[in-house]
């Protein structure tokens, strides 16, 4: 089960947070900061899943931005590695440039309300 | 009033900001702007305001006081605002908040909306965030609008169910009957949030799993249509139609199948199709064999299947991507136990991972290597973990070092081998072994009786060198107390042996309380092993004396108590020095991994308990020996009766008393009774913090129940004080004739209000010629006060 979907930069800006568990909002910065953290000390050449406290982080990068994903150990690790990338793809599809372009993805935060843990992004 | 600003002006404005309290300080601003436009009640700009402060909160700020105003928003008429107004409702409010049940005669009108999209934005709420109340009252439209022909709908419908089964499991049956249809569609949404709504109600029920099971065919040719299919652009990625479905679908197979042979059966055509079809050049297909390979692990299959499933995993080991190799050490861990001789296959590659640089990676080849020694590989495998142990992360240290002992005490080839390893896993690990090592290490160092000289010299040359590891310091304290006069008289087999005179073993010792590195619990290790020299040395008591002397007004009271009762021992009861603080015997383990065995010591020894015991024993006349044999009838009692906690209490204390039956077979009681006393203490040291001699009571003089034939029985008789109506009998047998006495059997009857609870005899033959005696302890329970018990004794003897 996904327990949280993030979007940080590497300077530890966090341009999209959304969590389906409930987490006290000190705490959610407290567990953004040090998750960039584990994920910036990582090389290239490091596996993409990282175990903390008692759920697996799986993140990917893209250029400036990092892509995390916090489950727990009934989920297909590789399934959602591949799911942020077709989530990434489909942003790009939609906005064009995803990247760069954090505010047109914040302003339509509603499509992304719909990231339930499965979905079918493309409908 | 100015229009307040957009969301898109508002994010360009704190990106300017260039310090968090800059950030801060305009978010603060806005946050007043808007708070007074609520005021104001203000409904065309709402929508705007409440949109900034969602992004607020995302950015960690307090937004509480826009609950309301999403509740207003979803109550309005405009797409736009219910949209803001749900989303907002989503994230902001939850069941804790009161506010939550004033929506859900908003969501149950919008449930029944004419526009989809309406509906849709509801359906998301109420699976996102509905509580438990609200989840019983929507049930009933949720589940009309799961059979609905609008795939739009019916696929958020599914999730919805989902999140409502969750809340309140009772509602799943009135789920059941929609289901019936959910995999007849051929919209890959619908199929997809179907399968996770029948994954979620079988993980729930095992009668719905039952139930469930008819839809494995189904599954099966579903599975087979999308492998089987040509290219679709709707849904393909990477070259493989819908990975993200067939995914779900092989977990819900895996739970469908467990523990079910005809299903199993029926799922292994398509599982082996789809392990051989996929597409393994991508992370995509990559993922679908891992979910096959977990599948085929959990389901009963055939054994061709499973070797298919490990040689699968063996391939991805060897895969150059890090992710793969990960993957497959954590399913070859789950497997290791099940298939144990195929994973033994590719033992190697795993121990090559521990050279990984990857920490995730590292720590499951690590695990996966533990699981893997064996009697065979344990040489090789533990120098491979060795190295490992050197130069990992801390983080893995203590587990590694844990792991490395278990694996040596199960698979050691030799002792020597063993304590080599132990030696070497406490010089590079020390600070990180785990405290309740220490006592297991010295225990399996006093067992190997004959390495005890090659250990303390090892160990005292560790220690010289450096003394901050303070587990390898107790343990080299320890053995140094104990092994000492092997250290200097330098009789080694084993090794060149080292010239060590009392003194520097004295300089060694004294450094270690000294030094600010030592931790309390290893000063006091110290300064009873410089004790404990006193009767091994011969010319340094002097010194020892002074020591133990200046710590007697230690500020560590723990130091300061031991300092005082050892001064006491060397002024009062010099004469009981040497008995209390002989060698300790070969301990006996009553189980590996018990860590409140009574048998298990922290290698102290407490002979000032001893101290100031006595006097509470002063019946007995004050003679040395009566003394000293009142310790001991005390200490039969005490390790009976206290220890009731362990699942067996009666073995542990018959194996206990079965050591101070050796110890009487090493002479006869009355002529040597100084070497005999010294023992038992020790052992019963380790009763954790028992006051262990409070009970001693005499008062019943011992008789002699038998003596005919050459064979004499002795009845000692002590009552414990803690539990006055509970008396001991001691029995010691032993035998005059020329022939040992085999097969000696001792059964004792006692009336009927009473209970007797025999111990197991120290052992049944009595060699002859008064050579030995067996011991053997009765306790009688007496719930009445005093009266007579007769004791009835059957002696079988061949």
């Known amino acids: 089960m996904i327990k949280f979907f993030l979007m940080v930069n590497k300077q530890g800006q966090t341009r999209l947070s959304r969590y389906y568990e409930h987490v006290e909002i000190n705490k959610r910065t407290m567990l953004e900061a040090e998750v960039i953290k584990k994920c910036l000390s990582r090389s290239k050449d490091q596996c993409s899943f990282i175990e903390y406290k008692d759920f697996k982080l799986v993140y990917r990068q893209y250029a400036a931005l990092f892509v995390v994903v916090g489950i727990n150990e009934t989920e297909n690790e590789m399934a959602v590695y591949e799911l942020i990338h077709n989530f990434v793809e489909v942003l790009d599809k939609y906005f064009s440039r995803v990247v760069s372009e954090i505010l047109t993805l914040i302003r339509n935060i509603s499509y992304f309300s719909k990231l339930s843990y499965v979905s079918h992004l493309r409908e | ?798």
């Open chain 2, 1 to 798: 009033m100015p229009a307040p600003i957009r969301l898109r002006e508002l994010i360009r404005t704190i990106r300017t900001a260039r310090t968090q309290a800059e950030e801060r300080e305009m978010i603060q601003k806005e946050c007043a702007a808007i708070r007074s436009s609520f005021r104001e009640e203000d409904n065309t700009y709402r929508c705007r305001n409440v949109a900034k402060l969602l992004y607020m909160h995302m950015l960690g700020y307090p937004a509480h006081f826009g609950q309301l105003e999403c509740l207003k928003l979803i109550a309005s008429q405009k797409f736009t605002d219910k949209r803001i107004g749900y989303l907002g409702a989503m994230l902001l409010l939850d069941e804790r908040q009161d506010v939550h049940l004033l929506m859900t005669n908003c969501i149950k009108n919008d449930l029944n909306h004419s526009t989809q999209y309406v509906q849709g934005l509801a359906l998301c709420t109420l699976g996102c965030m509905g509580s438990s109340e609200m989840c019983r009252d929507l049930a009933g439209e949720v589940e009309k609008l799961l059979k609905t022909s609008n795939s739009y709908l019916r696929k958020k419908a599914a999730l919805c169910a989902v999140h409502v089964i969750r809340k309140v499991p009772e509602l799943m049956e009135m789920f059941l009957p929609a289901t019936k249809n959910l995999l007849n569609e051929k919209n890959h949404g619908v199929l997809h949030t179907s399968v996770v709504l029948l994954t979620e109600m079988c993980e729930r029920s095992p009668d719905m799993l039952a139930h469930f099971r008819k839809l494995v065919p189904q599954l099966v040719r579903i599975l087979k249509n999308l492998i089987m299919s040509g290219y679709s652009p709707e849904h393909d990625v990477s070259g493989i139609s819908d990975p993200f479905l067939q995914v779900r679908i092989l977990r819900l197979l895996r739970i469908l199948g467990r523990n079910d042979d005809d299903s199993s059966e029926a799922m292994n055509d398509i599982l082996a199709q789809v392990a051989t079809n996929t597409e393994t050049s991508k992370n995509v297909g990559n993922a679908i064999l891992y979910e096959t390979v977990l599948t085929i692990m959990d389901i009963k299959s055939e054994s061709g299947l499973r070797v298919l499933a490990i040689n699968i995993l063996g391939r991805f080991l060897l895969n150059n991507d890090k992710n793969i190799r990960y993957v497959a050490l954590t399913s070859l861990l789950k497997t290791v136990q099940t298939d144990h001789n195929a994973v033994q296959r590719h033992r190697s590659t795993i121990v090559d991972c521990l050279k990984d640089l990857d920490v995730s990676i590292k720590r499951r080849a690590m695990e996966l290597s533990f699981a893997l020694v064996n009697g065979n590989n344990v040489r090789g495998m533990m120098k491979e973990l060795l190295y490992f142990l050197d130069s990992c992360e801390p983080e893995f240290k203590a587990d590694c070092a844990s792991g490395i002992f278990l694996a040596a005490e199960k698979y050691a080839p030799s002792k020597r081998w063993h304590i080599d390893t132990i030696m070497r896993v406490l010089t590079t690990a020390g600070s990180y072994v785990r405290d309740d090592a220490v006592p297991n290490l010295i225990q399996l160092i006093t067992n190997s009786v004959e390495m005890h000289a090659y250990t303390v010299q090892r160990l005292y040359k560790a220690i010289l060198g450096d003394y901050s590891q303070q587990p390898l310091v107790q343990v080299a304290s320890w053995c140094i107390g104990e092994y000492g006069d092997l250290l200097v008289s330098g009789q080694c087999e084993e090794e060149e042996p080292i010239q060590a005179t009392e003194d520097e073993v004295l300089d060694i010792l004294e450094s270690v309380l000294i030094s600010n590195m030592s931790a309390s619990v290893t000063r006091g290790y110290a300064l009873t092993a410089i004790m404990k020299l006193s009767t091994r040395f011969t010319c340094t008591v002097n010194r020892i004396k002074k020591v133990v002397s200046i710590y007697g007004s230690s500020i560590d009271v723990e130091l300061q108590q031991r300092a005082v009762e050892y001064n006491a021992l060397f002024k009062k009861y010099d004469h009981m020095r040497p008995a209390l603080l002989e060698r300790m015997p070969v301990m006996e383990k009553v189980t590996t991994n018990g860590p409140t065995e009574i048998v298990q010591t922290n290698g102290e020894t407490e002979p000032a308990v001893l101290e100031t015991k006595p006097p509470p024993s002063g019946l007995q006349p004050a003679s040395q020996a009566n003394d000293l044999l009142d310790l001991l009838g005390g200490s039969d009692i005490t390790p009976v009766i206290p220890t009731a906690p362990t699942s067996k209490p009666a073995s542990a204390g018959g194996e206990l008393l079965d050591l101070l039956g050796d110890l009487n077979l090493t002479g006869s009681p009355v002529s040597a009774p100084v070497p005999q006393i010294a023992q038992p203490p020790f052992l019963l040291d380790g009763l954790s913090s028992q006051p262990l001699f409070n009970d001693i009571a005499a008062g019943i003089p011992s008789i002699t129940a038998y003596n005919k034939n050459g064979l004499k029985i002795d009845f000692t008789f002590e009552r414990s004080n803690t539990n006055p109506s509970v008396t001991v009998i001691t029995i010691q047998a032993s035998n005059s004739t020329e022939l040992d006495m085999t097969d000696f059997v001792f059964q004792a009857a006692v009336p009927k209000t009473f209970q007797l609870q025999l111990l197991s005899p120290s052992s049944s033959v009595i060699p002859a010629f008064n050579s030995g005696t067996i011991t053997q302890v009765i306790k009688v329970l007496n719930p009445q006060k005093p009266s007579e018990a007769g004791l009835k004794t059957v002696i079988q003897q061949t």
